[in-house]
Each structure stands twice: as C-alpha cells, then as structure tokens.
C-alpha cells in the first residue's frame, strides 16, 4: 500500500492540507519551521498512534484549537482517519467508514518507519529505542507475534503485582511461582520468534551495508542478546535474583529486556562510529527492515526521513539515493534546501524522449548548471511555507 492522498486539520501548523503523493518518491523542501517535521508527524501519528517527537498529545493540536484530524486514501481507495480532541480526549478513528476504538488498530493497516537527525542518538543511546524498532518489524513480519507479545505482557503484569506483594503470605507466594512458570515459558517463546526475526534482519542488513558503508560492512557484527544471560535457564535466573526483583519490585530478566548490540571490530559501534556513519547504519537497518516488511506483502513500507542534509556529505547522499531506488516502498524525505537533494535528482532523472522536464523548478534554488532531464511523474516535489504545501515538481496544478 501506498499513500496517495494526505489531508489534515489543524494538525500542528498544517491547518488545512490536502495533498497527493507520489507513490514512490516525494520530497520536501521548505525553511525552517515551515512545517516539514509536522508533516511527517502527520502521517507517523497515524500508524503509531502516537508522535515521533513527543508524548504530549495536546502539543499536536494547532495553538487555540482543540481537536485536529489526520487523513489518507491509499492505492486501494481505502480511507483510513484519526481526529483526536485533546479537551476531552476523545479518539475517533475510521478506517473504510467502520468505526474503531483502538489505536493500536492504525498499525496493522500502514507500517511507517522514520528515521530523523536525532534517531540514531536514540537508537544507540539505549535499548527503549533499539527494542522499539526490532517490534515494530516483528509486527508486521511475524503476524502470530502481536497475540504471543499480548500474553506476554498480562503474564508480566501478574508477575511483577506478586512481586510487589512479596512473601506476605504462602498464597502470594505460590502466585508468584504460578505465575514465574507461564513468564519463563512465553519468555522462551517471544526470544524465539525474536532470534529468527533478528537473525533474518542480520542476513538483510549485510546488503545495505554494502551499499551504504561498504569500508565497514565486514567489521561489523551483531549480538542478540535474548534479555537473560544466554547459557542460563531463566527459571534459574530469576531464583537467583528473588531478593533484588523484589527490592526493585518488577522483573529484572525475561524477554521484555531483549536488546541487539551491534559491534565494530568487537567494540561498541557508536563510540567508534562518526555521526553520519552511524546514521548511514541506522538507514541501513531501516531499509533492511523495510525490505522485510515489504516481502511479506501485507502492508507496503512508507519510509519518512527528515532531514535527509543533516550529517550527511554529497557521497552519502548519492549512496542513500541508489539504494533508497532499490527498495519496495514509498519514500518521503524532507530537506531544508533543493541543492541536498540534487544527487537524488540526478539519480531519479531517466532521459525520456517523449517527456523533457528539467530535474527541479525550484530555478532559485537549484544547482543552474545541472541540465538533467526527467520523466515525467518519477518523483514528485513539494514546497513547504508557513505549513502550506504546494507541488513544484511535476506541475502544481493538483
Ligand atoms: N501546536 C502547534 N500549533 C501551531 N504551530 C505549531 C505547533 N507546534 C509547533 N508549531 C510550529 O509549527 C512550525 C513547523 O514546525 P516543524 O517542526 O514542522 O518545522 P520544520 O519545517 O520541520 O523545521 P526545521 O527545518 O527547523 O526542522 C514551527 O514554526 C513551530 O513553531
């Protein structure tokens, strides 16, 4: 699935957008605090349930409003919508006219991926982030997981509440064995299905490395760390750390604290790695999730960049611009000016006889000597001011 048509209302500074994708690549450009982060948190907002930026959800809502809507039709003329009034916090999302309750129901629907100038300080600042991103795919790749991670998690709830009541009683504490038992069993089974995703990814990744960070691709190793110690039953674990899970009074081991350690020559990678390596890794990773998720055939990827200049020289940028064409998905990439995406300009510019269209209209903006010429509907361009969106590329006549 691809998204052909994004409307909102008063999201943020995007008071009244009504705008048509394409359905491979669409870039942005526009200053700063024009509007194009709010745009990608748009879209974010409605397969995540939530903002990429922030947990505020009354910061999403246009200064003196009080309910904002976000919108799509995909290819399928399916129409799938969200408005959320932040006065009362009521949700109303619609997904083909059918009224749903539930926000984690967005996400089966449209799988988006964001990968921002701050994404890889997260990523790589601590597991949150790292685990966030490994179930993301796993929910769109392994379509048991979701009710297997469900039961998890009522099982880790009953535990760590026997935690909390501790030995009070002789009860209590055959709750909390009853309990431990269906907790090492589903943490077994979770680090499973986890290993074989990790491990799929691992194979995936090799091949964007390759393109990405070719000098590094075969110094780089990737540890998946199950969320206990590897050669140790977890029954065994936990009876040995009865007196510390109950001073912290939840669950120190158990797969909710899976992590993936990603080295370099054996050592951490992020302390070695410079800031665009380690965003160049970061795509990497994502491509090779989103080339996961688009092999299942369920939901087609929608990959958002922001920023895509940030911490990336002209080499990066053509290398990002050869492998973002190999891959199934759409793309949505936002840039403060024309000149940091002329290497993708360039790459996307196939001479078409019949069509003749220079690379970018923006003629201010973009390198004048650039003479490449482009069919027709490759990609399209946006200009984002003052949280209006207009097309600049092919026409702007929509
Ligand atoms: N709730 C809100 N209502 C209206 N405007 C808002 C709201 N929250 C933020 N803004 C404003 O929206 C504008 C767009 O912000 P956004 O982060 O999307 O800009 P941007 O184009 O991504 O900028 P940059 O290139 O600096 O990252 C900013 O001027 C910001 O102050």
Redesign the pocket.
Known sequence: MSVDKLITR??????DLDINFHSKFNFFV????????????ALFYLGHGKSF?TSKT????????SDFVVSIKNDNNCQLGLSRNVSTGETNIKIDGERHYRLSVLAKNIAIQIVT?ESFKLFFGGPKERRRFIDLGMFHVEHDFSTLWKSFNRVLKQRNACIRLGNSSSNSSSMLTYWTDQFCELSKQVAQVRFEYTSAIIKELDVWLAMLLPDLKSRVTVQYLQGWPQKKELKEVLFDNIMREASYGYSLYGAHKFDVKFLLDKQSLETQLSRGQQKLFLLALTFAQAKLIAQVNRVKPILLI??IGAELDINSRRALSSALEQLDCQVLI?A?ECEVLQPFFDRLAIIDNDHKYDSCIDSDKINPESNSTTKLENYKVFH?KH?EITAMYPDNSE
């Open positions: 008063n999201f943020r500074n995007l008071h526009g200053d700063n605090g024009s509007g194009k982060s709010s745009l990608l948190e930026r009354e910061a999403l809502v246009c200064y003196k409003k100038p922001d920023d936002t403060i984002v949280g």
